[in-house]
Each structure stands twice: as structure tokens, then as C-alpha cells.
Nanobody, 121 residues
Framework: QVQLVESGGGLVQAGGSLRLSCAAS?????????MGWYRQAPGKQRELVAS???????NYADSVKGRFTISTDNAKKTVDLEMRSLKFEDTAAYYC??????????????WGQGTQVTVSS
């Protein structure tokens, strides 16, 4: 079992910046394959914001390209999301996501509890 703990959400004015962080931990050894961020606005489906694989490839939603940057520290098992030029439409609950393998190579997906990002126009 892997636990994901997010931090860094809050209220910011349009055009401002925020940094989200997520740390993965577990009682048993595990290997991170993918870490990323999803978001869900009221009345909308959860959508991928950005993800990064253990080998380094990143993937961004078109709506955040050029404004958001995802980075990871494999040794610390953390993932950060630097958000710049925030827009009102970025307002959502942001969820940390990870796909991890246990010592037997079995993969599972894990989610954090979510952190709210509110952008005032």
C-alpha cells in the first residue's frame, strides 16, 4: 500500500503562481513507475493535468502546456507541480496520482486526498 500526501494548494489571483507537492510513502518497498496530477472542477470529470514517468518522459494537458511544469525526485519519491500564469479555469481540486510496483512487480494505482486550488478572477 502506498500513501500519497499533497500540499501547496490555496487561493491565488489570476496570473499568479502556486506549487503543489506530493510525497509517496509505504510500509513495504515499492517502485514508482508514474507520478502525476489530475484535477476535478465542480460538475466536471477528473482530468489529467500532467504526469511524469520514472524514465523522465512528461505529459501535459493542452490547457496547461507552457504554464505548468511537473518534476520528480525519484530518491525522495516526490512529485511537484509548478503552476504559473494561473487562470480562473484552473480552479479545481488537484489530486496526486501514482502507479507503483510492489516487490513482486504487481502494479497498482494510488490517489491522494486532493488539495484545492482556487484562482480568483
Amino acid at each position: 500500500q502506498v500513501q500519497l500526501v499533497e500540499s501547496g494548494g490555496g487561493l491565488v489571483q489570476a496570473g499568479g503562481s502556486l506549487r503543489l507537492s506530493c510525497a509517496a510513502s509505504g510500509r513495504s518497498a515499492f517502485r514508482i513507475n508514474v507520478m502525476g496530477w489530475y484535477r476535478q472542477a465542480p460538475g466536471k470529470q477528473r482530468e489529467l493535468v500532467a504526469s511524469i514517468s520514472s524514465g523522465g518522459p512528461t505529459n501535459y494537458a493542452d490547457s496547461v502546456k507552457g504554464r505548468f511544469t511537473i518534476s520528480t525526485d525519484n530518491a525522495k519519491k516526490t512529485v511537484d507541480l509548478e503552476m504559473r500564469s494561473l487562470k480562473f479555469e484552473d480552479t479545481a481540486a488537484y489530486y496526486c496520482y501514482s502507479e507503483a510496483s510492489n516487490i513482486y512487480g504487481i502494479r497498482n494505482a494510488y490517489w491522494g486526498q486532493g488539495t484545492q486550488v482556487t484562482v480568483s478572477s
